[in-house]
């Protein structure tokens, strides 16, 4: 969602500000803008649409300061314009200026409170009561730390917020309630951000500010208070960070890139927790989850790693034998949660700061449940709040739409299903064995995939001018058949629906017609001829059949408008290899129709409000 970034020290001010917030527009965003503080006068600038526009208008002046704030914002409240940008600047006489990540739930009362009391608001943003609130609050404090703490008494909801004023100009004040913030640390200088993209190139050496803190930045010193406002001692982690992955080494998006990653991440993977043909999770501490006795399972994921959880539901289901259940998280909460003793909850998210995901993990730690999580980036917040953690070991994914991340998801539920399977004796050691093989030949399948990439960029355009797709799966692949239209929407907004294939009748099938292009998810496993029966349905109604099939199926071929093949493997991975096709039809169907696939309109790469 929105980024935040912060410096102080010695550095121009503005290019460490612009080169930040350029680093945060993976997370999405519709304006941008920086506050600077020299020699105690503060100044603001805000553009709407992309950075670059900020950047020129910036390059024309000369910006000189000390320390400064900057924002990407992805609009919550209010419409995208100038004013509704952040920093919000407030106060009357000595200035303070803000910028805010999250939801503030009750501004509206506070806002109202404010004006009665002649607070001017010029932003119909939720962010701006913050302002206004330190500002109120500073006429009867001694410092801009106290009106800061008696704001925080007042915000209900989720936030991370930065703050600078003309008040105390020789500091940044940084608090967070649910959205992430990491403070950097440097020789002389210090650094604030919503995440370690934006600040790698100066410092490995971050701080994760925890829920309730308030972080004191001075250009030499950080002091970090608790709720009650003493100060307490803080770990420094040593980020070891690849900057190659924030670059796009030759490949025209993102996107492009991490399709290709791939076969690279699923060999990662397999090093990690593959060894000797037997899998290993020796960094998940038992006694702490009690995998041995777990009777059910609960999944809870949003969007993509939804998709990922469900299909995670057949792997467990059917290898370890353990009931499974998958939820939304935005829905899980409105549960009652009845355990049955021996439960386990699974989170599973890409920045281990999805925020409906985040706030079901404590819930549900609030209720006693056990918690593993499978995230990709460590320290986040999941990864820290949870009893044990499986990393998908994907490397950052720039665009927006998950692609890399989403296969190593399925990876590692894959692994960790035989493990269970294996562990429990549901799974003979010659399954187990052939199992590890299989998988073991994964990236060779994913690499002979995208050599086909041509056939699919000439299908994609074939189709890019329709104007609704039908995705159909069965079995592994309906939850395969929902990410494929998933991602077709994400990227080139173009309507695409998933469905179970046996449900068409049940309504479906009333939309299809010769204008309809329908991607069939049909290789050679169990509900191999039962799709064949639902395809010929869709061609009976004159729908147009794209089939993601088996190698040397002829079968399909009989009666295909267009067939993209993958390797023939066994059935537990054709979720992860029928991925791919989809993943690129979906990115050359949005390049014809020149949508930014990195940054698709209204979306972020981390969700971190409710």
Known sequence: MCGIVGYIGDRDISSVLIVGLERLSYRGYDSAGIATLSESELSCWKKTGKIHELSRFIDKLSIKGQLGIGHTRWATHGPTTEINAHPHVCGNGKKIAIVHNGIIENYASIKSDLQKKGYIFRSQTDSEVIGHLIAYYYKTE?????????????????????????????????????????????????????????????????????????????????????????????????????????????????????????????????????????????????????????????????GTSWHSGLIGKYYIEKYARILTEVDISSEFRYRQMISHGNDLVLAISQSGETADTLACLREAKSKFFKVLSFVNVKNSSIDRESDGVIYSYSGQEIGVASTKNYLSQLLCMFLFSIYLGQTRGILSDKEYSDMITSVNRLPEYLEKI?????????????????????????????????????????????????????????????????KLPVVCVCPQTETYDKMISNIHEVISRKGKTIIIATEGDTRVKEFSDDIIYVPKAPDYLTPMLVSIPMQLLAYYIAINLDCDVDQPRNLAKSVTVE
């Open 450 to 514: 995208l050599q086909n990439a041509d056939k699919i960029k000439t299908i994609s355009d074939k189709y890019y001018l329709s104007r609704e797709f039908l995705f159909i799966g069965r079995g592994y692949n309906y939850p395969s058949a929902l990410e494929g239209a998933l991602k077709l929407k994400e990227i080139s907004y173009i309507h695409a629906t998933g469905y179970a294939a046996g449900e068409l009748k049940h309504g479906p099938i009333a939309l299809i017609d010769s």
């Open 142 to 302: 001694d410092s801009l730390l106290s009106a800061i703490k008696q704001c925080i008494s007042k915000l209900q909801g989720t936030y991370s917020v930065a703050v600078i004023s003309e008040l105390d100009p020789n500091k940044i004040i940084c608090f967070r309630k649910g959205s992430p913030l990491i403070i950097g640390l440097g020789s002389n200088e210090n650094f604030v951000s919503s995440d370690i993209n934006s600040i790698i190139n100066h410092t490995k050496d971050v701080v994760y500010l925890e829920d309730s803190q308030i972080a004191i930045i001075e250009k030499s010193t950080v002091d970090i208070l608790n709720e009650s406002g003493k100060s307490v001692d803080f770990k420094v982690n040593h980020v070891e960070w690849d900057p190659n992955t924030s670059e796009k080494s030759g490949y025209d998006h993102f996107m492009l890139k991490e399709i290709y990653e791939q076969p690279h991440v699923i060999r990662k993977i397999l090093s990690k927790y593959v060894s000797n043909n037997t899998i290993q999770f020796n960094h998940i501490d038992n006694s702490k989850i009690g995998l041995d006795s777990v009777r059910r399972f609960i999944i809870q994921a949003c």
